[in-house]
């Protein structure tokens, strides 16, 4: 099956799954898992690898508009050595004093594959869900689109260093306890903004209008894209971004761009149904594990 497929499988199995973190009490947590096939390109550091795999599980904290607590990550590799894994921590504890969280450690283990997983915990009285969406509303992401995408065109050019820098982007978690008190409904851009557009809009049993020149594209983008249909997979469905998309009532958007550490951008609205850019159906499609 595929990867819908099997999310659709354990939210059938598991009630409590389905948003990025799970709830329990007052405390949110989750876990990932990265592989060096799949999600660290040749010429990724160490470093580097600690700071986005920590800092993937610290963006669904962000999600869920919680404080961030703490995280662990288990480190699994055909042989331990020293400077790398000395480079992974450090990535680690960096990724987490931006958010003032605490890396606390983990574990490690042998593998014939370099693979991180990680878990991070945070604390919210009231998380906001991926459900709650309503039509009217404004769709807003934080920050910029597209440096993930960016970033992968570098490393495959030789520019390790500046790919690297793109690589290792900032949780969002200050943003998203910034707008959660307005926010209806948030998720991290981690697939895609359009699958996550599609999957606000099946949680909230509602619909998504965007138009693509509302959208923050980062300007890294627009050194490496070749024409407009490249910058638009690059920004829209690679994924990896780590942004938040959240909805909120229009009167609330000033307030919430006032209250934001980060740019806020209002991209399109909620609809009674459908997810459709410059008025054309936007297909499902996005980064998939």
């Not at 307030?255 to 951008?265: D, G, L, M, N």
Request: overall charge negative; charged content about 25%; glycine content about 10%.
């Amino acid at each position: 099956m595929d990867e819908r497929t099997a999310l659709a499988l354990v939210g059938d199995r598991v009630p409590a799954a389905g948003d990025d973190c799970a709830v329990v009490d007052d405390l949110v947590v989750t876990t990932d898992m990265l592989h060096e096939t799949t999600d660290f390109p040749e010429g990724t550091t160490r470093y580097t690898a600690g700071w986005r795999a920590v800092g993937a599980s610290l963006s669904d904290v962000a999600a869920m508009g919680a404080e961030a607590t703490a995280a662990v990550a288990v480190y699994a590799a055909p042989e331990f050595r020293e400077a790398e894994l000395s480079a992974f921590l450090e990535g680690c504890r960096d990724v987490c004093a931006t958010v003032d969280a605490e890396y606390v450690g983990g574990d490690l283990d042998g593998h014939d594959e370099f693979t991180v997983a990680t878990t991070a915990v945070g604390r919210a009285d009231d998380p906001v869900r991926r459900a709650g969406a309503a039509p009217g509303e404004a769709v807003c992401v934080t920050g910029t689109l597209g440096r993930t995408g960016a970033a992968l065109r570098l490393f495959e050019a030789g520019d390790d260093e500046r790919a690297n820098e793109l690589f290792r982007f900032e949780p969002r978690v200050a943003a998203g306890r910034a707008v959660a008190p307005q926010a209806t409904a948030m998720m991290d851009v981690s697939d895609g903004l359009a699958r996550s557009l599609h999957r606000l809009a099946e949680a909230g049993s509602c619909g998504v209008a965007v138009e693509s020149d509302a959208l923050p594209v980062d300007a890294a983008v627009e050194a490496v894209a070749d024409g407009p249909a490249d910058r638009r997979e690059l920004a829209v469905h690679l994924g990896e971004d780590f942004e938040l998309v959240f909805t909120v009532p229009e009167a609330e958007l000033s307030a919430v761009r006032a209250a934001a550490p980060v740019a806020v951008s209002r991209v399109g609205e909620v609809t009674a149904g459908g997810v459709r850019m410059d008025g054309e159906p936007l297909a499902d499609r996005g980064f998939t594990h």
